[in-house]
């Protein structure tokens, strides 16, 4: 059983990954609807905490007003880059002319994104509210306490990045950057969860099958982590046709993205292989409860996965299969990784023989 410290941790850690799911569901309909740049300013949303609903209450230069404070903070950004030895891309930000176009008042995109980051703010507090919990927890469990304080501070890290996305107008490399971080977000606080849970899984297996089962398993999380990676740089591909290209339809949008989307098609065969090759090996070790239930799950998220992905590429970039697909690879990942941590338990703790 858990102490009352762990199972208040529990809940917090089970509440926020609900709240991770939520956000990054957010993100994937702020951009399906093109709503990233619904503020202009960040963390305020037109300089209020309740964003206007009406073109009315905003004052008449707003536009000029806006650029004006993202190419402050752009120049604050560049100065940064400078300092870090990335004189190149400062010059890059500071000569890209896209940031200076101002944005036209949308209340239904404003209010979309508002949404967006008051999720993003809740969840933030929630990643707080398990570092306290994590506080009791310091002598017992030290790593879940260190985790959590470091989960802690990629979120606030993640607020910044997500404020340099707004004032670079969403320049592409951010969001990779912004979505990459956001698994290793998720992938902590699942561990966390994982530590204190301890899901007893006693398997009857020699200690070369385990091996075959951790490389397995880690496979499986290198593939989905580049299949995300390959995935986000297809997505800056279409934001970039759609901006160069505005005269094009939406179903006219892959066509023109490249190799980037022939290569994420490409990996999907490798993905495949690896998660069949887990499944294969499990069966064959004849590894039953909990974790083969979780594999079984890895593998219809992954046909999901797939149906979305051909939605997207064949039914004119479906946007609820935009919302749907970013959700489907946090999900994957997820089970994924809570494969890959079951497997890495202790020898001593995992297998009987
Ligand atoms: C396991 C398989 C797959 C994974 C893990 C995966 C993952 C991802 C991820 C994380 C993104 C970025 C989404 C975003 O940032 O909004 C993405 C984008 C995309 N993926 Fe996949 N994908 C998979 C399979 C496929 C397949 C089979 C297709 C099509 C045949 C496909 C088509 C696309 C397209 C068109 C985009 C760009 C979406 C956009 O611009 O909103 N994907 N994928």
Request: proline content about 3%; aromatic content about 14%; some cysteine.
């Amino acid at each position: 059983m858990y102490s009352k410290a762990e199972s208040r941790f529990l809940s917090a850690n089970f509440i926020s990954l609900i709240a991770l799911f939520l956000l990054i569901l957010a993100g994937g309909i702020v951009r399906s609807s093109g709503s990233g740049m619904g503020c202009p300013d960040w963390p305020k949303c037109f300089d209020q905490y309740i964003p206007p609903t009406e073109l009315s209450q905003l004052p008449a230069n707003y536009k000029e007003k806006y650029v004006l404070k993202r190419i402050e903070k752009n120049e604050r950004f560049a100065k940064l880059l400078d300092k870090m030895g990335y004189g190149d891309l400062a010059i890059k930000i500071r000569h890209d002319e896209s940031i200076k176009v101002p944005e036209e008042f949308n209340p239904g995109k404003t209010y979309t994104e508002y949404i967006n980051r008051l999720i993003g703010a809740t969840t933030g507090l929630l990643l707080l509210i398990c570092f306290a919990l994590a506080i009791p927890l310091i002598k017992t469990k030290a790593v879940v306490f260190w985790l959590s304080a470091l989960n802690l501070f990629l979120v606030g890290f993640q607020g910044w990045l997500g404020s340099i996305v707004v004032s670079t107008n969403l320049l592409a490399w951010m969001i990779t950057v912004h979505m990459l971080v956001a698994v290793l977000i998720f992938a902590i606080s699942i561990y966390t969860y994982f530590l204190i849970r301890q899901p007893k899984q006693v398997l009857s297996i020699n200690n070369k099958q385990l091996v075959y089962l951790r490389l397995a398993s880690l496979l499986t999380i290198v593939v989905s982590v580049w299949q995300i990676t390959i995935g986000t740089e297809v997505r800056e591909e279409v934001d970039a046709v759609k901006s160069y290209f505005p005269e094009l339809v939406r179903s006219e949008w892959l066509a023109e993205t490249g190799r980037i989307f022939t290569e994420h098609k490409q990996l999907v065969w490798l993905y495949l292989v690896v998660s069949i090759v887990l499944y294969a090996l499990m069966f064959k070790f004849k590894i039953s409860g909990f974790v083969n239930k979780l594999a079984i799950a890895m593998l219809v998220v992954f046909g999901l996965q797939v149906i979305t992905g051909i939605a997207l590429a064949y039914f004119a970039m479906a946007p609820w299969a935009q919302a749907a697909h970013v959700l489907l690879a946090t999900v994957l990942f997820g089970v994924q990784a809570y494969i890959l941590f079951i497997f890495y338990t202790k020898k001593s703790e995992l297998i009987s023989v």
